[in-house]
């Protein structure tokens, strides 16, 4: 009963937004190794932008974050991270389809699409780690 | 007051992210005045910095879900405490 209360006074606070927090997908372990694989490729391959080396690890980075945008999709009640992982893969995307035409990628555009691929997926791996157990 | 002064002034903004998003975009301009990057690759980097803009806005709506969460199971305890 006092549980009941407990609930309803939280839904009479602010109704749908709290609903959607208590419902919330919980923390999820291979969601959040997806982040962190993704992270930690960037940090692999930044040293070698510029290089021949450079195109396999792109093509890596893109799976990576097609298998997290797809894995996350279809958690119910998982809409922050689907948009976080929808837009990453969108700005992961960009960088392999340069790798995949004819013109030579810049070491300068490279260094700076993988800084910004690192500083998004790290915004999302400390925020997915925060998510309830 | 031209570009570079404002981005700048927002380089010492107090708000982290607003800040955070003026040194990258200033990074870019410097890139593209000295030609390290291309037209289409400095667009396509701006469009990227609205997209880390949206995962930001993502990122707190979850950090205040999974707050609203947490408070609502402790007073959940709480009250089977009582």
Known sequence: ?133 | MNLDQLLRELNDHPDDAVANWAADAHELQTQLKSNAISLAEYKELLQDLLRGQEIIKSANDLDTQSAINQATHGLLALASLA
Not at chain 1, 18 to 47: G, Q
């Open chain 1, 1 to 133: 009963m006092k549980k009941v209360l407990v609930l309803g006074m939280a839904f009479a606070l602010s109704g749908c937004a709290i609903y959607d927090a208590i419902t919330m997908a919980k923390f999820d372990n291979h969601e959040y190794a997806l982040v962190n694989d993704i992270r930690s490729s960037v940090v692999v391959a930044r040293p070698r932008c510029g290089t021949s080396e450079e195109k396999p690890l792109v093509q890596q980075l893109y799976v990576q974050s097609l298998t997290l945008k797809n894995y996350s999709q279809y958690i119910p009640k998982n809409n922050p991270t689907i948009k976080m992982t929808s837009e990453l893969h969108e700005i992961i995307q960009g960088l392999h389809d340069k790798y995949q035409g004819q013109e030579p990628v810049s070491a300068a555009y490279c260094n700076l699409k993988l800084n910004l691929i690192e500083k998004n997926a790290e915004v999302m791996q400390r925020s997915i780690g925060g998510k309830p157990r």
